[in-house]
């Protein structure tokens, strides 16, 4: 079975902090995703990579900046944390997601106060 | 710009009747449409897709229709369980960019 692992199950910073949120998926995917889930707004897509130190905007960015240094390993950094930003997170990773679409963490719940 | 909608927050069922949970799409680009289950605390999990070269998929309980030409897709749930209590999201996708696109969720209750 696949799995992708978030490091924390429920964080909370203070406003101004900077975040790291870490991922990891042990199935030698080459696609992951970082999204956010927010009541009534679905899964919103902040970041993605194709490939080792490659990182792609999503629908949302700002605010938020990625890391991939090894191919098993998805960060998503919050330079400087809001309480916008208080959300859940979910990374997914993918091979092809045609034929089996995405595994999801089970995510990170983040306050900002 | 939504390109994909789900239209109904929330949607309550007696067990052993059917769920209808609905989506419509904008993007005609969309290849591959699928449909994802999520519990609360736990990341969503894969639950049944279906081509766009298709208009009906069906696993167990779950069937899923396509209609490209109203670009509204659906997912049919017969009979229901109470552990179908969960939210539901459309997520469709092309070819072309391999990334999903997800709809808002549709928050499903099976009432015993």
């Known amino acids: 079975d696949v799995k992708v692992t978030q490091s924390s199950r429920y964080l909370v910073k203070r406003t101004g902090e900077k975040v790291f949120l870490e991922c990891v998926q042990d199935?030698?995917?080459?696609?992951m995703f970082w999204y956010r889930q927010d009541p009534g707004l679905g899964l919103r897509l902040i970041y993605f990579s194709y490939d080792v130190k490659m990182k792609e905007k999503g629908d949302i960015p700002e605010g938020y900046s990625v890391s991939r240094e090894k191919k098993e390993r998805f960060s998503l950094i919050l330079e400087s944390a809001s309480t916008n930003q208080t959300s859940m997170y979910l990374c997914?990773?993918?091979?092809?997601?045609?034929?089996?679409?995405?595994?999801f963490g089970s995510g990170t719940r983040l306050t900002v106060v | 710009d939504q390109q994909v909608k789900q239209n109904s927050p929330s949607l309550s069922v007696q067990e052993g009747r059917i769920s209808i949970l609905n989506c419509d799409y904008t993007?005609?680009?969309?290849?591959?449409f699928l449909w994802y289950k999520k519990y609360p605390a736990e990341g969503p999990t894969f639950l049944i897709s279906?081509?766009?070269?298709?208009d009906k998929n069906e696993d167990g309980r779950f069937t899923v229709f396509l209609n490209k030409s109203a670009k509204h897709l659906s997912l049919h749930i017969v009979p229901s369980q109470p552990g179908d209590s969960a939210v539901y999201f459309c997520?469709?996708?092309?070819?072309?960019?391999?990334?999903?696109?997800f709809g808002q969720g549709t928050r499903l209750t099976i009432n015993p």
């Open positions: 997914a990773s993918s091979l092809n997601p045609l034929v089996n679409g995405y595994t």
């Open positions: 993007n005609s680009m969309f290849d591959y």
């Open positions: 279906i081509s766009s070269i298709k």
């Open positions: 997520a469709p996708l092309w070819e072309g960019a391999q990334k999903l696109v």
């Open positions: 199935m030698d995917h080459e696609n």
